[in-house]
């Protein structure tokens, strides 16, 4: 099989998670095992901020936080002009089928269900990052 010549490389995450314990399990995993720029933030206001000067290949974003959940602080960092087409996945708990339609509405790419499976993380990210990819490079 021939690798794909324009297929994008994963490198850099901004990740927005408002638990503390979560937020330094996953970093550190994303950026030891997955070798990834990991940008982390505890809260949505905190995300609008680092991502001013950061152009992140995926963005990560807790799904329930304080003051802005991840649906409207993905909303407000679509507006941002270099982001508003990055692939964003959702990490939650609530995975309903219902759950998950109203997170692919607003343009999330997937989700990885919490708990999170700190030794899984990486692949599930890659996973969903070459499904979005190669559905694009098909289309």
């Known amino acids: 099989m021939t690798p794909r ?3 994008p490389v994963l490198k850099s995450i901004l990740y927005v998670e408002d638990d503390l314990h979560v937020r330094t399990t996953a970093k550190l995993v ?4 997955g070798k990834l720029e ?3 933030c505890g809260s949505g206001h905190e995300a609008l901020d680092a991502a001013r000067g950061f152009h992140p290949d ?3 974003l807790d799904v ?3 003051e802005l ?3 409207a602080t993905l909303a407000r960092l679509r507006n941002l002009p270099h982001l508003a087409d990055t692939p964003a996945l959702f990490v939650t ?3 309903t089928t219902r759950d998950i339609e109203r997170y692919t509405d607003v343009g999330a790419i997937g989700v990885i269900p919490k708990p999170l499976a700190p030794l899984k993380l990486t692949d599930q990210l890659r996973t969903l990052w070459e499904e979005h990819h190669l559905g694009h490079t098909d289309a």
């Open 30 to 33: 994303l950026e030891v095992i």
């Open 58 to 60: 995926l963005i990560l």
């Open 69 to 71: 959940d991840g649906i």
């Open 38 to 40: 990991v940008r982390d």
């Open 93 to 95: 708990g609530l995975t």
């Open 5 to 7: 010549v324009h297929e």
């Open 64 to 66: 329930m936080m304080p």
